[in-house]
Structures are given as structure tokens and as C-alpha cells.
């Protein structure tokens, strides 16, 4: 029973703020990288973020730095992508992933999606 669940998507007007949860079950979070994806329809997946195991420094996307940070509580067994200043184009399922290592190509699971939608 293997499993990342996110939570906490929904719509939301332009300039809003989400913040989306991806909880691990059944193993230990601690031992991956936590990425956040997001696909949306006619577009290529997109890794917006990734933080390591330790909370190193992570690294976003070009398209969403300064607007979105990744957290992650490992007592919690849980990582975070707290979205702000969200703008219509960041629109999207949103996936949250773990690598072995933010540098890696390979992921190694992914969450369900949760769907984010902004608009007015």
C-alpha cells in the first residue's frame, strides 16, 4: 500500500494562493526527493519544483519561481507546494512525485493529481 496522495487543489481567481499537501504512505518520505509536476492538456509535463530528502535547496522552475515555494515536513511524512500569485496559465493537474535524487530523471512514484484551475 504504497502512496502519495495530494491534496488541496481547486479553483481559485488570478492573484490567489493554494497551497497543495502530498502525503506518503506506507513508506518513509525521508529517503526521496519530493517533486511537484503538472500537466496540462496540449502541453508537455512540467517539473515545477523539487526539494531533496534534507531540505536542500530546491529548485524551481522558471515559469514559477518566485510564486511558489516547496516545503517539506519529514515528522509529517508529507511535502507542500504553497502556490501564490496564481495566474491562469498555472492551470493544471498537479502531481506530486519522489526521485532518489532532484538531479535524476527517473521518478520513482507519483501521487494521483489534484486539479488546480484559476480563473476569474
Known amino acids: 500500500q504504497l502512496q502519495l496522495v495530494e491534496a488541496g487543489g481547486g479553483l481559485v481567481q488570478p492573484g490567489g494562493s493554494l497551497r497543495l499537501s502530498c502525503a506518503a504512505s506506507g513508506f518513509t518520505l525521508d529517503y526521496y526527493a519530493i517533486a511537484w509536476f503538472r500537466q496540462t492538456p496540449g502541453k508537455e509535463r512540467e517539473r515545477v519544483s523539487c526539494?531533496?530528502?534534507?531540505?536542500?535547496?530546491?529548485t524551481y522552475s522558471d515559469s514559477v519561481k518566485g510564486r511558489f515555494t516547496i516545503s517539506r515536513d519529514n515528522a509529517k511524512n508529507t511535502g507542500y507546494l504553497q502556490m501564490n500569485s496564481l495566474k491562469p496559465e498555472d492551470t493544471a493537474v498537479y502531481y506530486c512525485?519522489?526521485?532518489?535524487?532532484?538531479?535524476?530523471?527517473?521518478?520513482?512514484?507519483w501521487g494521483q493529481g489534484t486539479q488546480v484551475t484559476v480563473s476569474s
Open positions: 512525485a519522489i526521485h532518489y535524487y532532484c538531479s535524476g530523471p527517473r521518478v520513482a512514484g
Open positions: 526539494i531533496s530528502g534534507k531540505g536542500g535547496t530546491p
